[in-house]
């Protein structure tokens, strides 16, 4: 099969077109035919090497990539809930890597069945692996009410965009979002259901009193900190994510004590393993999300030789959506 390599840790220029063995699905697995893969800023901070320590994280040569949609390919021993050529998307492995390539190995537990769904297979990897793990968060988690606030920083990011949807489809009353300043254009054509979205180089101060009941934070640094001034008394801070690359960053424990405010980590690598039943609703959920139209985001199409040129996109910071790769035409 065809895959993108990791061949070391560096920059973008380590991953290469490597054809490789194609893999067999074990007990409790299928295989998928890969039409789409997404690129994710995890993929970035596996390629770069910032997990590297950690154990369990992959080491080079690695194949990146979480999600994928695409066709069952094959179905191994005990998976009885897919058949052969069943249109499908997967959220992300326990490993969190395998996606850039022609066949991929997912959990049947992590895999939804596009069948009753006029979904294309590109908005699908993009929208519905994030639009689950925003529903585990916002459910199991933030445990956000009917008529609640929710407040998303990086509101046009791959899994920020997601939360908007979700909320709404739980209940909130109101969602707001944050961007750079650089992406104000974008965040006034996006069609994600947003009642705002303000620029973060205003906050605090860009909300004047209003104060939110959930923060749903992939930005780490000094957003975090900014956040505990806009959460209600009793709310709840969801750190998702260091999109900053601010690693020393910690928050004050005593604004935590006099606001009566709750900060909790969502990992969804490390959560959905330990809570497996949450992931079939969150799969419907983000299914029915998409297909209503509420996670519509921008998508960018390139082939898996050109993967160096997503990540240096997304590295950037220059996207307004996502990006996902697709197998290269074969002479």
Same mark, same amino acid.
């Given at each position: 099969?065809?895959?993108?390599?990791?061949?070391?840790?560096?920059?973008?220029?380590?991953?290469?077109?490597?054809?490789?063995?194609?893999?067999?699905?074990?007990?409790?697995?299928?295989?998928?035919?890969?039409?789409?893969?997404?690129?994710?800023?995890? /993929?970035?901070?596996?390629?770069?090497?910032?997990?590297?320590?950690?154990?369990?994280?992959?080491?080079?040569?690695?194949?990146?990539?979480?999600?994928?949609?695409?066709?069952?390919?094959?179905?191994?021993?005990?998976?009885?809930?897919?058949?052969?050529?069943?249109?499908?998307?997967?959220?992300?492995?326990?490993?969190?890597?395998?996606?850039?390539?022609?066949?991929?190995?997912?959990?049947?537990?992590?895999?939804?069945?596009?069948?009753?769904?006029?979904?294309?297979?590109? *908005?699908?990897?993009?929208?519905?692996?994030?639009?689950?793990?925003?529903?585990?968060? =916002?459910?199991?988690?933030?445990?956000?009410?009917?008529?609640?606030?929710?407040?998303?920083?990086?509101?046009?990011?791959?899994?920020?965009?997601?939360?908007?949807?979700?909320?709404?489809? =739980?209940?909130?009353?109101?969602?707001?979002?944050?961007?750079?300043?650089?992406?104000?254009?974008?965040?006034?054509?996006?069609?994600?259901?947003?009642?705002?979205?303000?620029?973060?180089? /205003? *906050?605090?101060?860009?909300?004047?009193?209003?104060?939110? /009941?959930?923060?749903?934070?992939?930005?780490?640094?000094?957003?975090?900190?900014?956040?505990?001034? =806009?959460?209600?008394?009793?709310?709840?801070?969801?750190?998702?994510?260091?999109?900053?690359?601010?690693?020393?960053?910690?928050?004050?424990?005593?604004?935590?004590?006099?606001?009566?405010?709750?900060?909790?980590?969502?990992?969804?690598?490390?959560? *959905?393993?330990?809570?497996?039943?949450?992931?079939?609703?969150?799969?419907?959920?983000?299914?029915?999300?998409?297909?209503?139209?509420?996670?519509?985001?921008?998508?960018?199409?390139?082939?898996?030789?050109?993967?160096?040129?997503?990540?240096?996109?997304?590295?950037?910071?220059?996207? /307004?959506?996502?990006?996902?790769?697709?197998?290269?035409?074969?002479?």
């Amino acid at each position: 099969m065809q895959a993108v390599q990791a061949t070391r840790f560096g920059d973008p220029d380590v991953l290469v077109v490597a054809e490789l063995p194609d893999p067999a699905p074990g007990p409790g697995q299928i295989a998928i035919d890969v039409s789409h893969a997404a690129v994710g800023l995890i /993929d970035l901070f596996f390629r770069q090497g910032a997990y590297r320590d950690r154990p369990g994280m992959p080491q080079p040569p690695f194949v990146p990539g979480l999600e994928v949609a695409g066709t069952v390919r094959a179905i191994g021993e005990g998976a009885t809930r897919f058949r052969v050529g069943e249109p499908v998307v997967s959220t992300s492995s326990g490993g969190g890597i395998g996606g850039y390539a022609e066949v991929y190995l997912a959990a049947e537990s992590l895999v939804a069945s596009l069948d009753a769904y006029d979904l294309d297979p590109a *908005l699908s990897v993009s929208v519905v692996p994030n639009a689950a793990m925003a529903h585990v968060a =916002l459910t199991r988690i933030a445990r956000l009410a009917d008529g609640e606030s929710v407040l998303v920083h990086g509101a046009l990011g791959g899994f920020s965009a997601a939360f908007p949807g979700i909320a709404r489809q =739980l209940g909130a009353a109101r969602v707001v979002g944050t961007v750079r300043t650089g992406k104000l254009a974008a965040a006034r054509r996006t069609r994600l259901p947003y009642d705002a979205i303000v620029d973060s180089a /205003d *906050l605090p101060g860009a909300f004047r009193d209003e104060r939110f /009941d959930v923060v749903v934070d992939p930005v780490g640094g000094p957003v975090r900190t900014a956040s505990l001034g =806009l959460l209600r008394p009793g709310g709840r801070l969801i750190a998702a994510g260091n999109a900053s690359g601010d690693w020393a960053h910690q928050i004050p424990t005593n604004d935590l004590w006099f606001g009566s405010l709750t900060v909790a980590g969502f990992n969804a690598g490390v959560y *959905l393993p330990t809570h497996p039943e949450v992931v079939r609703p969150a799969l419907d959920a983000a299914l029915e999300a998409a297909a209503a139209g509420l996670a519509d985001i921008e998508i960018e199409t390139l082939p898996f030789s050109e993967a160096a040129i997503a990540h240096e996109r997304m590295q950037s910071r220059t996207l /307004d959506g996502r990006i996902v790769l697709t197998p290269d035409r074969r002479a």
